[in-house]
T-cell receptor
Framework: DTGVSQNPRHKITKRGQNVTFRCDPISEHNRLYWYRQTLGQGPEFLTYFQNEAQLEKSRLLSDRFSAERPKGSFSTLEIQRTEQGDSAMYLC?????????FGPGTRLTVL | QKEVEQDPGPLSVPEGAIVSLNCTYSNSAFQYFMWYRQYSRKGPELLMYTYSSGNKEDGRFTAQVDKSSKYISLFIRDSQPSDSATYVCAMTNHNAGKSTFGDGTTLTVKP
């Protein structure tokens, strides 16, 4: 399967804990995006990379959130000191030139 | 007011019906328009990608963009039960940037 992959698929954590998600994009895509989606809403943009450079961050991305793409391949999204409001589906997408191709998402539940 | 507004649905139609899904937007800088299909608890799947005004057809699906009215549509001909899903519109001002999404319309096609 050469699509976008995300791990883990599900994460349950207690409030205050740190969590890290991983995204492996389609190999020839140099752009990688993170979105967050809650029930009944469309995806909301968090941040995106072109190769290893983080080019844009949403104001939704508070200082508890950090994303990296160290070698321009896979990316990680870390949430520190999780809060119940962080519970959502975290989606990763990669892009060649036209359109973004999404992974299956990581569903985070903060208890 | 959101930048992208999508008819909320839900929409229920009999098999074989023509379905029309619609979005309006306020940002005149948007140039690229996408439609995604999303099944429950899955990531969005890119269906159609169009640039500028006009129609684009792919099998039973037709995407229509009217930039003068800031209005886009997705038409599904001869709808099938397998088309039952949430359809989400998205748009961006350049093909490398973040996408702004509607909140989705849930479609059910009844056999």
């Amino acid at each position: 399967d050469t699509g976008v992959s995300q791990n883990p698929r599900h994460k349950i954590t207690k409030r205050g804990q740190n969590v890290t998600f991983r995204c492996d994009p389609i190999s020839e895509h140099n752009r990688l995006y993170w979105y967050r989606q809650t029930l009944g809403q469309g995806p909301e943009f968090l941040t995106y990379f072109q190769n290893e450079a983080q080019l844009e961050k949403s104001r939704l991305l508070s200082d508890r959130f950090s994303a990296e793409r160290p070698k321009g391949s896979f990316s990680t999204l870390e949430i520190q000191r999780t809060e119940q409001g962080d519970s959502a589906m975290y989606l990763c997408a990669s892009s060649p030139m036209d359109g973004q191709f999404f992974g299956p998402g990581t569903r985070l539940t903060v208890l | 007011q959101k930048e992208v507004e999508q008819d909320p649905g839900p929409l229920s139609v009999p098999e074989g019906a023509i379905v029309s899904l619609n979005c309006t937007y306020s940002n005149s800088a948007f140039q690229y328009f996408m439609w995604y299909r999303q099944y429950s608890r899955k990531g969005p799947e890119l269906l159609m990608y169009t640039y500028s005004s006009g129609n684009k057809e792919d099998g039973r699906f037709t995407a229509q963009v009217d930039k003068s009215s800031k209005y886009i549509s997705l038409f599904i001909r001869d709808s099938q039960p397998s088309d039952s899903a949430t359809y989400v519109c998205a748009m961006t001002n350049h093909n490398a940037g973040k996408s702004t999404f509607g909140d989705g319309t849930t479609l059910t096609v009844k056999p």
